[in-house]
Each structure stands twice: as structure tokens, then as C-alpha cells.
């Protein structure tokens, strides 16, 4: 597959690349090792001419009817949607991720611009009347959006923020993270084509570097940060400092509670595996805390670790790989750390544990899906490892096992599997988590709300309500005549 990507990228701003003056670095395919292009970090200079550009754009942009709005994202959708196959390869081979996910990623994306594209059309204010006239509540733009995303997700990291911001009227400076920035400068060509120069702005570069220029620039009105509860944290501090809403899309721990009343140990299995493992276990949303009913806990570990076994390991291009190669070296040490960890703390390691070596893809970090039996106090159930290990906890009490699922810093999401109904309305309602799944995991349908509670972050995304975050309320009174004078007697 041709990647027609170019050999470098600098910042693209006012739909042009510019070349950049801060220093290289390379993008490489962290299961072989391979260049695929390299990128200009942007300071200063470049992130002050990315939010001078989008400050002049949006007046304008904000001036352009929602129609006429809603028909340019619909666009970059179509457009989108014919590229998929190369955009999918792309994004394999910038972060190692298989092949069948990140195509999946693409559908995610398309999806996205489509749900906004019509969201905004219906994004109304209100009113009513008043005496001696009316008010209206109308709903207006905030301005400059700095935009910071992480790498698990790349193009539906980019859609889930450029989509409601632009969609809004917003103008957007977006910074893809320095893994996985390949298929966010490749979407810049498109955005050239299809809107208003200064709209979209996409400057690459490091957290600490640019991240940090972008999310202190003056000029900017709004802050949304996806990533990691610790760099939220700066994002937080920095939207304090100036009096900015932020949007924080953070880690997560999540639950995933099977009962004693479930039979259909193969299906169960297998959906508790994905939850865990999907994307190498590098998602915020993965069901990384296992708990089953000491009922059931022996049919259902035998039908997971026989499916896990099971699981192929292999290349990003494999067609019949189920995991593949972590986004870097410095994430396969990790998260092989936390499996010795896991060791060390006394769990029981079930399945798993290991690095793989995978011909053809010497450089990676290709890890085997990882099972422990573990307590709900020991680290690797507390912190996010961001990898494909699992932590499975015995239950018996349901009040005890409720307390413990809840007993984490994180609140993202939570899984639960039973056939009784009431029980699980009442576990959904009494979980701190932004999502509940019954009997099935990971649903992010357009338009299902995704946020955390906890320290899983601030706000919304996915849904209608996600332009609520991205606009504020003005209100106007209309009198039909100057009261009667009534103040001064
Ligand atoms: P990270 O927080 O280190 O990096 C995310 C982004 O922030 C990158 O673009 C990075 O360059 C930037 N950044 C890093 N340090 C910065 C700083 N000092 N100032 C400004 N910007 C900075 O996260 P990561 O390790 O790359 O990604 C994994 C994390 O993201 C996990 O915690 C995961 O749970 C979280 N995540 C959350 C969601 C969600 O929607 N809740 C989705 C995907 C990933």
C-alpha cells in the first residue's frame, strides 16, 4: 500500500505547511523501526502564527451560516470516507496498532464529523416572552480552541475534537501527540481543500514543548485536552490561570463486574477479553479490573484464559493478528514493568506475561495478553498500566465487590454482565463511571455521551451536549418600548 505520506511536515497553519523553525524529529514505525517521515516541533513562533491565523479566521467562520458549516464537515466526512484504506495503513504504521483496529478507527471518525455535521443544525437556544417584549438565549462560539490529544487514537482523537469545536464556529489549533501525528497532517491536506483558511490549524511537536506554548498562548479561548490525569492536570492549572473552560478526557481503571446468574461463559469471555485488550490494551476506556462471581469464576477463567491463549500475536499487517505491537519502546517498558510489578505484589500470574519477538518487526513491543488474579489494593489494580493486562478479583459480597469497584481514583467506564435486570439497573446507577455497558462493552455510538467521573476528567464528548462545551450562552431582552420612567422619583 502506497502511504503517499511527504517526507516531512511542518506546521500547517492558514492551510499551508510551513516549513518551522524549531528542531526535527522523526516519526517511526514502532514495529520495525522504519522512518516514515519527519515532523518540525513548533515553539513560540509557530504556535503564536497558529492562533494568530485562527483568531483572524473566526469572526468570519463564526459569521458562516450553520448550513454552510455543517455541509464542509459533511464533506471532509465523504472525503474521508474514500481514503480510508491508505488512512488506515497509516496509522498502523505509526503506531503499530493492527490493521483491522485502526480501519475500525476510520469508520469511528467519518462517523463523528456526519453526527456533528447534523448536530449543530439542531443545537438551538430559547426564549420566551417577557413582560413589554421578549428574550433569547442564543448560543455563541468561544473562540480559539487549543486542541491536545494523545496517540492511541490518532484519527478519532482529531475528529472527536476539530468536529464539535468547528462545527460550533470555534477556530481550532490542534496538537496531535509527537507518536502518532502522521494521519493529522495527512487530514490537513483535505482541510485545505474543504474550509476557510485559519480554521483548522495543526502544529506537531512535543507536550512539554509545544503542548505548553499552546495551552498558555493568550489568545486562546477554550482548552480540551484528552490524556493522561497527570498532564490534565496542567491543563487544568493553565485554564485556572486564565480563566478558560477546559474539557478534560482522561485515564481510567474501569470495572467489569460479571454476575452469578450469567451461563454463556464463550460469549462473556470473549467480551471481557476484547474489553481488556482491544488496541493492546491502550485505551482509556479498557475494562482492566475483572470481577467474577466465585460462582462462575472457574467456567468463565477457564473460557478466557483458553481464549486468550488462543490470541494471535503478530504484525500490525497480519490479518489474523488479535494484538500487536505497543506505540513505543518507552510504553512495552512500562507496562512490562507493571508485569513484574504484578509478580512482585503476589498476584497469580494466569496467562500471559511476556514480550514476543515477531520476525520482520524486531523493534517492537509485541506483548502478550496478560492475566493476573489479584486484590483490589495492590497497584496494578490502582494504576493505569495502558497495555494488555488484566487484573481479575474474586467476589462473593455484593456490597463489598460494589465498594471496591468504585474504590478507584478513576471513573471512565464500567461493564457489567447478569439476566437480572433490576440488578443491573441498580449497579449502572450506583457505579462511578461516565458509562455503564450491560452485557456488552465499549459502545461509543455517535451521540453516547463519553466523559469521566472522578479524576477521569471534566465534560462530555460524542454527544449533542459536547456543543454545549464548545459555545456560551448569551442572552438578549427585547422591550417593545422604553418603560415609563419608574427609577428617579
Ligand atoms: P499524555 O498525557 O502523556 O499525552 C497526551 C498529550 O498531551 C500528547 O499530545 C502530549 O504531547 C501532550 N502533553 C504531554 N505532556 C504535556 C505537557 N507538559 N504540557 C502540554 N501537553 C503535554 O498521555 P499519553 O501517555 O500519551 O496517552 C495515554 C493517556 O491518555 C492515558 O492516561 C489514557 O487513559 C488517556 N486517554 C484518555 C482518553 C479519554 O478520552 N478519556 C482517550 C485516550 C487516551
Not at 512500562?334 to 509478580?343: A, K, Q
Not at 435486570?421 to 450491560?438: E, K, P, Y
Request: glycine letters at 8%.
Amino acid at each position: 500500500m502506497q502511504l503517499g505520506l511527504d517526507k516531512h511536515y511542518g506546521p500547517f497553519i492558514d492551510n499551508r505547511f510551513a516549513t518551522g523553525s524549531g528542531e526535527r524529529f522523526d516519526a517511526r514505525d514502532p514495529a520495525t523501526g522504519e522512518l516514515l517521515a519527519t515532523l518540525t516541533e513548533c515553539g513560540a513562533a509557530e504556535v503564536d502564527a497558529a492562533v494568530a491565523a485562527a483568531r483572524a479566521a473566526q469572526p468570519g467562520w463564526a459569521a458562516t451560516p450553520i448550513e454552510e458549516r455543517s455541509r464542509l464537515l459533511w464533506t471532509l466526512a465523504d472525503r474521508l470516507a474514500g481514503d480510508m484504506t491508505r488512512r488506515a495503513h497509516i496509522d498502523a504504521h505509526d503506531i503499530g496498532r493492527r490493521l483491522g483496529e485502526t480501519t475500525y478507527d476510520q469508520i469511528i471518525a467519518v462517523g463523528h464529523y456526519r453526527y456533528f455535521a447534523a448536530a449543530i443544525m439542531t443545537h438551538e437556544g430559547f426564549g420566551r416572552a417577557i413582560p413589554n417584549g421578549h428574550f433569547i438565549a442564543k448560543r455563541e462560539p468561544l473562540g480559539v480552541c487549543a486542541q491536545v490529544v494523545p496517540w492511541n487514537v490518532p484519527t478519532i482523537m482529531a475528529a472527536a475534537k476539530i468536529a464539535p469545536a468547528v462545527a460550533a464556529g470555534n477556530t481550532v489549533v490542534l496538537k496531535p501527540d509527537e507518536h502518532a501525528s502522521l494521519s493529522t497532517m495527512e487530514l490537513c491536506k483535505l482541510i485545505a481543500e474543504i474550509f476557510p483558511p485559519g480554521v483548522i490549524n495543526v502544529i506537531p511537536g512535543r507536550g512539554a514543548v509545544t503542548g505548553q506554548a499552546l495551552i498558555h498562548h493568550k489568545g486562546v479561548a477554550k482548552i480540551s485536552f484528552t490524556g493522561s490525569t497527570e498532564v490534565g492536570r496542567l491543563m487544568a492549572a493553565a485554564g485556572a490561570e486564565a480563566l478558560l473552560p477546559v474539557t478534560l478526557e482522561l485515564g481510567g481503571k474501569s470495572a467489569n463486574i460479571v454476575f452469578p446468574d450469567v451461563t454463556d461463559f464463550d460469549a462473556i469471555a470473549d467480551n471481557v477479553a476484547f474489553a481488556a485488550m482491544y488496541c493492546n490494551g491502550q485505551s482509556c476506556l479498557a475494562g482492566t479490573r475483572l470481577f467474577v462471581h466465585e460462582d462462575v469464576y472457574r467456567p468463565l477463567m477457564d473460557a478466557l484464559c483458553s481464549r486468550l491463549a488462543r490470541a494471535v500475536v503478530a504484525a500490525p499487517f497480519d490479518e489474523k493478528a488479535t494484538l500487536s505491537c505497543l506505540v513505543s519502546e518507552k510504553q512495552g517498558r512500562r507496562v512490562l514493568d507493571y508485569i513484574d510489578v504484578g509478580r512482585k505484589e503476589g498476584a497469580r500470574l494466569l496467562t500471559g506475561g511476556s514480550r514476543r519477538q515477531i520476525a520482520g518487526c524486531e523493534a517492537g513491543y509485541f506483548i502478550e495478553p496478560t492475566v493476573f488474579e489479584a486484590r483490589n489494593d495492590m497497584r496494578i489494580c490502582r494504576e493505569e498500566i495502558f497495555g494488555p493486562v488484566l487484573s481479575v478479583i474474586r467476589w462473593s459480597d455484593y456490597e463489598v465487590m460494589l465498594a471496591q469497584a468504585n474504590d478507584s481514583t478513576y471513573g471512565l467506564a464500567a461493564g457489567l454482565y447478569t439476566r437480572d435486570i433490576s440488578r443491573a439497573l441498580d449497579t449502572a446507577d450506583r457505579l462511578q463511571a461516565g458509562s455503564v455497558w450491560v452485557n456488552q462493552y465499549f459502545n461509543l455510538m455517535n451521540g453516547t455521551p463519553f466523559g469521566g467521573y472522578k479524576q477521569s476528567g471534566l465534560g462530555r464528548e460524542f454527544c449533542h451536549e459536547t456543543l454545549n462545551y464548545y459555545t456560551q450562552l448569551k442572552s438578549i431582552t427585547l422591550a417593545k418600548s422604553v418603560p415609563s420612567p419608574f427609577y428617579v422619583r
